[in-house]
C-alpha cells in the first residue's frame, strides 16, 4: 500500500470547510467511538488507523451520494476488518466481548459501548427491531456467563423478552405494570432481571471509564493534512508529439487538416486502444494526457469523452516503484467534487467498469494497467469535471497465465491523484420504437434505443405477472444488421429504467457496443434468455425425530433432507439432485410461522449452499474449469443448501416443522428476434 510523504505543507480552504465538520464529530464522540473499537482491537495504533480510515470513507461515500452511511456504521465496518489481528488478554476488560457471535457482537457494542439505541441500530445494521432485541438478549446472557454473574439463573421465557426494554426504561405503561406484576411474585424473574442488571450496569461503567489517548486524534488530523497537502501538490502536463515529415508528406498533411482525414489517419497508428481510437477519429474527444503522481505511482488521464448514456474516462495507471497493476474503482476511491454542478444526479442506469484485458490492448508492461472508468452522464453541454482518486485498487493475477482473476484479498494503493478534465458534450441520436410481442408467454415492449458514441441503449418493458410467475430478468444477445453484429455488455445488461406504470409496466434498459459509427437504417434485435420465477408451492414436512436422511419429490426431482440441528436459530441441510433434465435452478421459501402458538413468528434464511454450472447437455463444470462465455447456454443449479430458522421474539430454540416452497428460479433460452427500422 503506498504511504504520503510527511512534512508540513499548507492546507486548502475547500478541504477545512469539507473535514471540518466530519473530524468535530470525531471529536465529539472520540471516547464513544474508541470504546467501539476497544471491542475489535487492542493496539493504540490500529486505533489511530482506525480513525484515520473511517473519516477518509465517510468524507468520500458523502461526496458521492447524497445519503450517506453513518459516522458510526462506517466506523464498525472498519472495526470488523481487523478485528481478528486485533484481540487482546484475559485481563483486558473487553476480553468477554471476544466470546461472542459476530452479530451479537456489534448489536451489544453498539448499543452499550457507542450509546445507540435500537432504532438507531436497527437502522445501521439494517436489520428489524426484533432482531436487534434478540441479538442484545443472547450477547448479555453470554456475557453474563463469561463474567460469572448467576449463569445458571433463568426466569421465565415469555418474559425474558422485556428484559431489555424495562432496565432501558422503554416500555409502555400498561406492559410494565404488568411485568413488575409479574416480577414482584416471580423470585427466578427477580434474579435473572438483576443479573442481566448488573451485566449492563458493568458495562455501562466500562465505557464510561472508556477515554480514547490524548495524542491520537492529533496524529490523525496531522494524517489528514499531509494526505490533502499531497493532493493539492497535483502536476499536470500534456505530452506533446511532434512529427516531422518532409517533402511530400507536408501536402498530406495540410489536406489532413482541411478533409478531417489526418486525424484518422494519425489515431490509426498511434491509438492500441480500438474503443478510443475510434471516438478520436472521428472527433469526439481529444488527447488530454494528463497526470499526476503520488508516491510512485502515476495515474494519466488519456481521454474522456461525455454523452447521454456516460462519461467515459480512458486512463492509464502506471507502478514506478514495483510490478502492480492498479485498477480504478467507482465504488472505492474516487471522487467527483463538483459532481451535483456537472453530472446527472437523477441517472438510475450505471455501466460496471471491469477490468480489460491488456493483451487486447497490446499492453504487457507488468506494472501498467490501461482501461476505462464509466461515470455518470454529465447534464451541462460543457465544462471541467475535478477528479479526486485516493484509492486505486490493486488487479490479483494469476501467476501462471498472467490473467486477472477474482477473489483473494483486496489490496490496494492509497494517495492522492486531482485532475481537472475538460469535457464537451458528444449529440446521441434516440430512436422511437414501440414493438410489442410475447416473450415466454409474458408481453414485452421495446420503447426506445439511444445510439451515442460510448454505446447504444436499448429501452424496453415487460409486464409484470405475479399470480402464476414473473420475469426477474431479461438478457439480450445482440443487435444485428447484414454482415454486423454488436454484442450486449454482460456487465451493463440489467439496468433500472423507471417505476412500474398504470399498466403494470417495468421499465428496464440494456447496454449494447455503439452502433454510433455505422449508422444501420435496418436492425435485428436478437433476445437472450428470461430469468423467470414460476409459483409452484409445495409443503416439506419437517419431523425432528424422524431418522435421516428423508427425501421428498420437488417436480419431479429428489429432494434430500440430510441434517436437523436445533437451536437458535435452527439449521436444515437440503441435498437437490442433479439429473440432465432437472427443470428448476434454485426454489424459493416462504416465512415460516408455527400453527400451534400464534405468538411465535419465525423467520428464515440461506446461510449457505453450493452448486453447480451445467450447459444444454448435461455436462457439468466444477469452479474455474470452464470459461463461460464459450459455453452453449449454461444453467447454475443449487445442489446443497442451509436453510436456517430464526426465532424473532426470543433466544428459545426452534423447532420447525414445516418448510414450505413458495416456487422456483428457471432460466430459458429464448430464439426470440425482432426487426426495427431505425429512422
Known sequence: MAKLETGTMPVSRTYEREMESIIARFEEEKHSFYALGRVYMNHHQEMEDLFYRSIIRLEDEARKRKKAPTATKIFLEECQKVSEQSLGSDEDPFHPFHQLGAADKEAVALVYMKGCDQQ?????????????????????????????????????????????????????????????????????????????????????????????????????????????????????KRKSILLSFAGVFVLLIVTGFITGGFA???????????????????????RLDLESESDG????????????????VFYEVEDMKGGNRYMMNPYEGVIIENEYDVMKRDEQSSFYSPPRDQENLHNDKKNVYRGTISLQPVSVDEGTIKLQIVRLMQL???????????????RFAEGGWSFEIPFEKQPSRVHKLDKKMEVAGI????????????????????????????IDMMTFESIESKDKKWKADQFGGMMYGGASDNEGWNSFKTAFDTLYFDDPKNVTIRFGAAHLFVKDQQVIELDVNKELPDTIEYLGNTITIDDIKIGSP?????????????????????????AEEEEDYYSIGVSGGDGILMDKDGKKYEP?????????????????????????GSSDDVVPTELIIDGYSTTKYLDDSVKVKLD
Not at 177 to 202: G, K, M, P, R
Open 264 to 286: 484518422s489517419l494519425y489515431y490509426s497508428y498511434t491509438e492500441d486502444d480500438e474503443q478510443l481510437r475510434a471516438i478520436l477519429q472521428h472527433n469526439l474527444g481529444e
Open 443 to 470: 408481453p414485452v415492449r421495446l420503447d426506445q434505443m439511444t445510439i451515442a458514441p460510448t454505446a447504444t441503449v436499448l429501452e424496453y418493458s415487460f409486464q409484470e405477472q405475479e399470480k402464476d410467475g414473473r
Open 570 to 594: 435452527t439449521q436444515v441441510t437440503l441435498t437437490h439432485d442433479l439429473p440432465k433434465d432437472r427443470e428448476y435452478e434454485n426454489v424459493n421459501y416462504l416465512y415460516y410461522r408455527t
Open 624 to 648: 474455474g474449469s470452464y470459461e463461460y462465455e464459450k459455453l452453449d447456454q449454461p444453467r447454475y443449479f443449487e445442489t446443497e443448501q442451509t436453510i436456517d430458522f430464526y426465532n424473532d
Open 297 to 312: 505511482v502515476k495515474v494519466t488521464i488519456k481521454s474522456v469523452v461525455a454523452d447521454d448514456v456516460q462519461t467515459l
Open 120 to 236: 438507531e441500530v436497527a437502522r445501521i445494521l439494517d436489520i428489524p427491531i426484533d432482531e436487534v432485541k434478540s441479538r442484545l438478549f443472547r450477547g448479555i446472557r453470554k456475557l453474563r456467563e463469561m463474567m460469572g454473574k448467576d449463569p445458571e439463573v433463568e426466569g421465565c421465557h415469555e418474559y425474558q423478552k422485556y428484559y431489555l426494554d424495562y432496565l432501558g426504561r422503554t416500555m409502555d405503561r400498561p406492559e410494565k405494570v404488568d411485568f413488575e406484576i409479574h416480577i414482584y411474585h416471580c423470585t427466578d424473574c427477580q434474579e435473572d432481571l438483576a443479573s442481566f442488571q448488573e451485566v449492563t450496569l458493568a458495562l455501562a461503567e466500562l465505557a464510561e471509564e472508556t477515554h480514547l489517548p490524548a495524542d491520537v486524534m492529533e496524529r490523525v488530523r496531522n494524517r489528514l493534512d499531509q494526505r490533502e497537502a499531497q493532493r493539492q501538490k497535483r502536476r499536470k
Open 396 to 410: 490479483n493475477e494469476d501467476p501462471s497465465t498472467g490473467e486477472w482473476i477474482g477473489g483473494g484479498e483486496m
